[in-house]
Structure formats: C-alpha cells, structure tokens
C-alpha cells in the first residue's frame, strides 16, 4: 500500500511517499517468465538505480512502469496511481526514454522536439521556450538545426532525454541511458540528472554497470532472475553487498545438492542460495569462520556428502558479480 504523509492539508490528497512503488510483480512472454514477484520502491525525489545483468528483467518493468506493457499480476504504481486503472494519468507524470528509440530521421532536432511538445498539445510559444530550454539542459544548442540523423549515438541519447522532458513529467524512466556515451557525456549526463532532481523529479535509472550507477544514484535496486534481490540506498545496499561472500559447497550428487539448498535456506546467515548445477550450491554468506566451522559440522551431520566447502572474494566488484551472475542460474 503507498504510504501518505503524516500531516497532509485537509482535502488535498497527500503525495506519495514512493514515486514508484511495484508487489508481486509478474511478467511472462509465453513461456519465459521475464518477471516474476518482483517489489520495488522508489521514494519520491531519489535517483534510483536499477541494476542487473543482460536479460534480468529491466526493461520488461519499465515498460510496465511507463504502461506500454500491462503486468500478468501484481500491483504496480506510479505516483500513486495504478498502471492497470489510471494508464492515461500515469503517462502524463511519466516521461520514458527506451534502450533502442527509433528517431525521425528527416527532422531536425528543434523540430524533433516541437513534434513531441505538440503531441503532448503544449501551445506553441511555450513549445519554442521550451525547446530551447531543453537543448540547453542536453547541451544540444549548436545542433539545433542539424538533421537528427547526423547525431551521433551519445547526441541521440541526449536528445532522448530532452524528448522524455517535453511535457514536464514528475518520473522519468530511463532504460540505459548511458550506453553510447562517452565517459564527459557520462558525466553530463550526471549533472543533468542533479539539475532534475532539485525540481523534485523522481529518477529511475538502468545500468548494468554497478559503480557507474552508485555514482549518481541516492538508491539502488539490483534485480536478478526478475526478482529483486536487494534494495536500499546506495549506502545500504554496498554495505549489504559488500559484508557478503559468496560460499560455494561441493557435492557429490543431485540429492546432496537439494539438501545443501534446504539446509542453507534455512540458515538466516545465508541468502541468495542458488543451485548451480546439480552438484553445486552458491550462497550469499554473512556470517564469520565460528558459524561457517559451525555449518560445515551441521552438513556432515546431516549425511550431506561434501566434496568442498569454501568462501569466495569479497570486494565490491566480486560480490556484485557474484550476486549478478547467478541470474544465469534459473530455477
Ligand atoms: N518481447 C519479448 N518476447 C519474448 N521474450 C522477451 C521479450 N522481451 C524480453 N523478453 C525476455 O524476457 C527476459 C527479460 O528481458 P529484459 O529485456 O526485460 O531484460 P533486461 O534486464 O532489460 O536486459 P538487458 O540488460 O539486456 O537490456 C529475457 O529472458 C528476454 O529474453
Ligand atoms: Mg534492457
């Protein structure tokens, strides 16, 4: 359920605390299941970055976000408002900018951006304003008049930025936005994002580069498998990624496997447990040598046949790869 604000003025609806707030979201294209139970909160005012592996399930929730796509189930909310029941008014607070965006190449791109504000019916002075406005935010003054086709791919990106601006849109939705960009683009493409969030948008970010993200981000989401396997803010979720190692047990058959898994489900200190293969199981560890001797005991007890038993690198890096890389891994 959206949480209100403590103390709203009488009659006026409070604002959500969460811009963007997903449950037990699924999404299945025929038989593959892109998404499945996935939970997402965006508070209202964050930079929110959106991060997994190739094929994770980014997309597919951000086209449900910006109600291209309706959910198989679950609840999904944008300001508020559900995507299922409210599609209209949810476009009109969402701006999208997609991974792949086809451009009209025989613009220009003032008049690429004028088609967008007159598609959103802004009167034209305002248009123009508006136009200018924005080609300065995206740093695309001197291209004004160039055909939209003689942008490079970095200048395509930005301009995809100022379009998702056109009508003034409370969340933005960018899948991607960085691919393409040069590493001042990048930084650019930082700054605007800055600029933005002191209008109070709500900024929603995809990557699958992790530092590249916890560099402009006040929150991160990592989704794996088209679940959401770790949520907060930067801080936090670092924190919690980085307190972890990956533990790899060894087995001798398919039955040692199943019962490692349940064993290490069951044991609050581990998370993330994930068959890989059949005579191997991966966790997310967080506990110290005592509880790990401790686990050790407590598997050869129990008749589980171990053929190794260990715990893996624990930098940043390893640890986002190690919680990523199991995306592969799919029940
Ligand atoms: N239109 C579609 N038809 C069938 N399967 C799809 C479709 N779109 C996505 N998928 C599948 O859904 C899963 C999630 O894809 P999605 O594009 O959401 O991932 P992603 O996290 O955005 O990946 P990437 O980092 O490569 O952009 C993948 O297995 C993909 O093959
Ligand atoms: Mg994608």
Known sequence: MAQTLENPVEGVPAAPEYAIEIEGMRKAYGRTVAVRNLSMHVPRGSVYGFVGP????????IRTLATLQKPDAGTVRVAGMDVRK??????????????FFGVYESLTVSEYLDFYGASHRIPVPRRRQ???????LVDLTDKRSES????????????????????DPDVLLLDEPASGMDPRARIELREILR????????????SHILPELSEMCTHIGVIRAGEMIAEGSVDAVIGALTSGARLRIRVLSAQDTAAMVTLLEADPLCENVVADGDRSVIALYRGGDDELAALLVQAVSTGVQLTGFGVEGNTLEDVFLQITELSEVRE
């Open 54 to 61: 190739n094929g994770a399930g980014k997309t597919t929730t």
């Open 86 to 99: 409210n599609a209209g008014d949810v476009r009109d607070r969402v701006g999208y900018m997609p991974d």
């Open 130 to 136: 508006l136009c200018g406005e924005l080609l300065e």
């Open 148 to 167: 939209v086709e003689a942008l490079s791919r970095g200048m395509k990106q930005r301009l995809g930025l100022a379009r998702c601006l056109v009508h």
């Open 195 to 206: 600029e933005l969030c002191k209008l109070d948008k709500t900024i929603l970010i995809s």
